[in-house]
């Protein structure tokens, strides 16, 4: 009988592992280690976990904590002086959920991509992407919603709001992003041109325009021509 290959355990965990050989003596002794290093021992470890069974057929490892990751092997011997060595059994910490990088707020002209991302560790990562406090789903010119990259596809005014994204693990923990600003600029629209007036010479003119479309510059001419302050 072998341990199991791999596992996982969040931190405050447990877990066992158990080995079992055939011999032909008895008195079989039992040892465990830890990534090659010395044999483990009954008892609360530096890193404050808690070890029992150290010395058997079944190790228990509590109160897990990081420096409890790595490969366990059992070594079997007999009266006869045989030593045996089982296969290694890799066990993986699944820490809390962090967000390391932020999504970052975007403008962008209609028609545009917009690509969101996120960057965060904890282990077996789960992701949902929110639309101002809703879940999105995958659809139409929506894609990566449960990813990491959440891209937005052709977009146009009505895409502009809040993006965030809720990142949870098996432990479980949960860890919710910054909010991401988009905003989604049109083609510029003349609402309300200029009109003629007349004046006599000497005196101010004045023109105004009303414009739509989103973060305007306005250039004005005369007879085409780009006009200067003075």
């Known amino acids: 009988l072998q341990p199991t290959a791999s596992s996982n355990s969040c931190a405050g965990g447990s877990v066992t592992y158990t080995v079992a050989a055939n011999s032909g003596a008895g008195n079989q002794v039992f040892s465990w280690t830890l990534n090659g290093g010395a044999a483990l021992i009954d008892g609360t470890q530096a890193s404050g976990a808690i070890v029992s069974g150290a010395a058997t057929a079944s190790i228990t490892i509590s109160n897990i904590t990081a420096s409890e990751g790595g490969t366990y092997i059992a070594s079997i011997s007999n009266s006869c002086g045989t030593t045996v060595a089982s296969n290694a059994a890799v066990l993986n910490i699944n820490t809390t959920a962090t967000i390391t990088t932020h999504p970052v707020s975007s403008t962008l002209c209609a028609g545009s991509n917009a690509v969101f991302f996120v960057a965060a560790t904890g282990g077996n990562l789960k992701y949902q992407w929110r639309l101002n406090g809703s879940?999105?789903?995958n659809g139409g010119l929506i894609s990566g919603v449960t990813t990491p990259t959440l891209t937005l596809g052709n977009t146009n005014?009505?895409?502009a709001a809040s993006y965030d994204v809720v990142v949870t693990n098996a432990c479980p923990t949960t860890a919710t992003s910054n909010a991401a600003v988009?905003?989604?600029?049109?083609?510029?629209?003349?609402?309300?041109?200029?009109t003629a007036v007349s004046q006599c010479p000497g005196t101010s003119a004045v023109f105004t325009v009303g414009a739509s479309g989103g973060s305007l510059h306005y250039q004005w001419?005369?007879?085409?021509l780009n006009m200067v302050n003075e």
């Open 157 to 159: 005014p009505f895409d």
């Open 182 to 194: 988009l905003t989604v600029n049109t083609d510029p629209t003349v609402n309300a041109p200029p």
């Open 221 to 224: 001419r005369v007879n085409g």
């Open 135 to 137: 879940d999105l789903i």
